[in-house]
């Protein structure tokens, strides 16, 4: 999106990071848009209204404004934007968006703005991983016109770790700029398609796709295999610390994870992510949990685990981590190093022990030999539904390639023969079982 001469509404609620609005607010006007502001009684405590008025050169819409003076503001804020941006999002103002609440100027433009909404979450961590805010967050990624941006991991103002940060006012603007979009003009429920659309936003949003003039795909239709489904997929690699510098990993893509991603999306599914390090962007729409270990995956597995309708687990995870890593970094003393490993969790069979009849568990299996046999063995002592057997034998396919030589092995049933196919092709055989899978179940 060209913001040159574009209106932006700016909605700004009472969290912390409510002051780097201020920043975004002068980013988005260097760029050329036009920006006015709404603000929550508890909002105008972190940054004085009178900040946003001076940087936006138009009165700020607050709850005990001048009432009398413009009194359909809740109305003619909305309509005159483009664009609607809540940027902090308090877990409060979810809530509120989310059950149609719409008792302060925040909460009343999400409510009366018929343009696309972008919402971008900023609080402490173990507010934005509590159910509430989860369920919340997935109820408003399935409003339509609305998109949420993810809160990337890393240092919080309450001085503890995890995710929940502000997106950087830099990366909004970018990601607004750069209008990810998700698959659109699918052919069939199985097979996305780009669409032509740019695919160049931060990897780390989720759920967020601006219009670009046209309107959106709709992957709310009622008729698609996934819809009111949610599907939980792990991606990328794990990198397992040595000492705060160095760490034993692998060379796992999340290819595979982006194409199930988009092909899960494209069959209506709700897709919840949790990526392990990797270079691969997942699309708009996914929304992506960022962890680094095994035992990090783990947990944010088990975490989500209960909310989905199906997991595939798609990461090439450790088997092994180093057991005490340093505190500091391992000097280089020119002698023997012996690094004594710890098996990881084994996140497949701790999540087909507890899963719920109903829900579906895919695995992948990576073997470099006795392909079957050691396929069928994961798969029995798994206990998952079905396993994805892939093996890097061919030339240029397996990690970093768009191909991957592959068979989906289900329980009881002879090994299918492997088949050379795009990691698109593999994604549609899972995405094919999985909503087989869920109708068997859920009829
Ligand atoms: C110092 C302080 C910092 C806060 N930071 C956040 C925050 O970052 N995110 C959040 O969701 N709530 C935060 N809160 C809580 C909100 O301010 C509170 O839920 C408030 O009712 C939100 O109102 P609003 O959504 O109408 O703006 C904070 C509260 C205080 C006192």
């Not at 909305?78 to 100027?105: E, H, M, Q, S």
Request: charged share 20%; glycine share 8%; proline share 7%.
């Amino acid at each position: 999106m060209d913001l040159n001469g574009k209106k932006i509404l700016l909605g700004v609620t009472g969290g912390i990071a409510a002051y780097k609005s201020c920043e975004l607010l002068r980013l988005l006007q260097k760029k050329g848009a036009q920006i006015r502001v709404a603000m929550t009684e508890a909002a105008t405590r972190f940054v004085a209204p009178l900040t946003f008025a001076s940087l936006s050169k138009c009165p700020v819409y607050l709850k005990d404004g001048a009432v009398e003076a413009r009194p359909f503001q809740h109305i003619d804020f909305p309509r005159w934007a483009d664009l609607y941006l809540v940027v902090p999002c308090t877990a409060n103002a979810i809530g509120k968006f989310a059950y149609g609440l719409a008792d302060d100027p925040v909460s009343l433009c999400f409510m009366s703005c018929t343009c696309p909404r972008l919402l971008a979450p900023a609080m402490n961590v173990a507010m934005y991983n509590s159910p509430a805010v989860r369920r919340n967050l997935q109820t408003l990624r399935s409003f339509e016109n609305t998109y949420v941006l993810e809160s990337p991991a890393g240092e919080l103002a309450c001085g503890e770790v995890g995710s929940g940060r502000l997106m950087e006012p830099a990366d909004i603007v970018s990601f607004i700029e750069g209008g990810s979009l998700p698959l659109v003009g699918t052919s069939s429920p199985t097979t996305p398609s780009s669409g032509g659309h740019p695919r160049n936003a931060p990897a780390a949003l989720f759920n967020c796709h601006p219009r670009e003039g046209g309107d959106l795909p709709e992957l709310n239709d009622p008729a698609l295999p996934g819809h009111g489904r949610t599907v939980l997929i792990t991606a990328g690699r794990t990198e397992e610390a040595i000492d705060p510098v160095r760490y034993i990993s692998n060379r796992s893509s999340g290819k595979t994870a982006v194409a199930l991603a988009s092909v899960f999306l494209a069959n209506g599914y709700s897709v919840e992510v949790v990526a392990g390090p990797m270079e691969a962007e997942f699309p708009g729409g996914a929304a992506v949990h960022r962890v680094r270990s095994a035992c990090e995956m783990h947990r944010a597995v088990m975490e989500r685990l209960s909310g989905a309708d199906a997991l595939v687990h798609c990461a090439a995870v450790a088997d092994y981590r180093p057991k005490d890593p340093a505190q500091s970094k391992i000097k280089d003393s020119r002698s023997q190093l012996v690094l004594e490993l710890v098996p990881n969790p084994n996140i497949l069979r701790d999540s087909v022990a507890a899963k719920k009849p109903n829900q579906v568990v895919v695995g992948f299996a990576l073997e470099t030999d006795h392909f079957e046999e050691h396929a069928q063995e994961k798969l029995r002592k798994s206990g998952a539904d079905a396993l994805l057997l892939n093996a890097p034998v061919a030339k240029d396919s397996g990690f970093g390639f768009d191909n991957v030589n592959y068979a989906l092995v289900t329980p009881g049933e002879k090994v299918p023969e492997m088949q050379m196919g795009s990691k698109v092709e593999l994604s549609e055989t899972i995405v094919d079982f999985v909503n087989r899978k869920l109708e068997e179940r859920h009829g």
